[in-house]
């Protein structure tokens, strides 16, 4: 009699353990809302005292992206061994994108904006924060991947601070149309990767184009002159959720550098092409109405939502690809 009430006993906790692990792993799958950067930078730099500078915005945003990323509902589920975090994919995703487009901010922070010249020396913040972000994302032993993280923002908030200290004149954030031209640059290849990885998801054959418009070029081995790209099936949602990851972190980015780089956007008479931009990647941010990310053919029966955000990324991409050539006029 014992065992049987053992028996049953042993099933309930399971079954418990099941659907506390599933309302778990629901609620860690919502990602985190869009924020106002501008209010979020007066709020900060009131509570602390300080002035919005130039520079402020843009470091205070990237300073709250990695916030967001790493204490959302669930916290940073990437590097998990433990259920329900190790069976989801999806926002571990969402977080590679996040983290991709800040390690791209933050080098461009330290190589760029915070130097006035190619031989002047890097931010002592910037110099230890830039490599912190480029840990491994999936370590969960010591030092972890979310402890390294913490210190790269530990050190963004030392260099914050400095910018809105009056009384600190040895740190400097440089709104220069050449410095964000060459940001936005990098910005670029990281969304022709993301849309060429969604597109990918119907199977297509495209022309090899690697040496075009340049008869002397060579490769290091031999290409096939017709390359097939397909997504395996089982990479589909990771793909979108990077995508869809990336564009949260950019877009954020995207509008504190149009209030830091104001003057510039003006002089250049570019402003309207940035907010361009972030409309077409405020509407990768869409709720998503579908239990799962569905892989339709292109004019088939079912949505293929990988296509609509490849869509959205290579829109803003395209009108990103113009404000670069604006910025680069005289």
Known sequence: MSSIFTTKSISAVIAALFIIFCILGFWWSFEPSIFNVKENARVTAEDNKQRVVTGYTTTNTLIKVLDEMLH???GYLTNDVTPPGIFMDNIPSWEFGVLEMSRDLALAMRKDFSRSQSQSIDNAALLKAQPNLNFDNNRWILPSS??????????LIVY?????NASSSDNQFYAR??????????????LGSLSQKLSASVGTEVINTNLAGDNTAKD??????????????FKLDNNFYEAR?????LLHFLKAIEADFSD?????????????IIRELEATQEPIF??????????????NHSLVMANYISRANAALIELSELLNQG
């Open 177 to 190: 149309a050449d410095n964000l031209r060459d940001y936005l640059k990098q910005v670029e290849k990281r």
């Open 220 to 233: 290091s081995s031999p290409e096939s002159p017709i390359v097939v790209n397909k997504t395996s099936w």
């Open 245 to 249: 990851g990336s564009s949260w972190a």
């Open 160 to 164: 914050r601070n400095q910018l809105g």
């Open 146 to 155: 979310e402890g390294q993280y913490e210190n790269a923002i530990e050190q």
């Open 72 to 74: 959302k509902p669930g």
């Open 264 to 276: 510039v956007l003006k002089k250049k008479n570019a402003t309207v092409s940035l907010q361009q």
């Open 290 to 303: 579908s239990p799962m990310i569905l892989n339709g053919s292109g004019f088939g029966f079912l949505a």
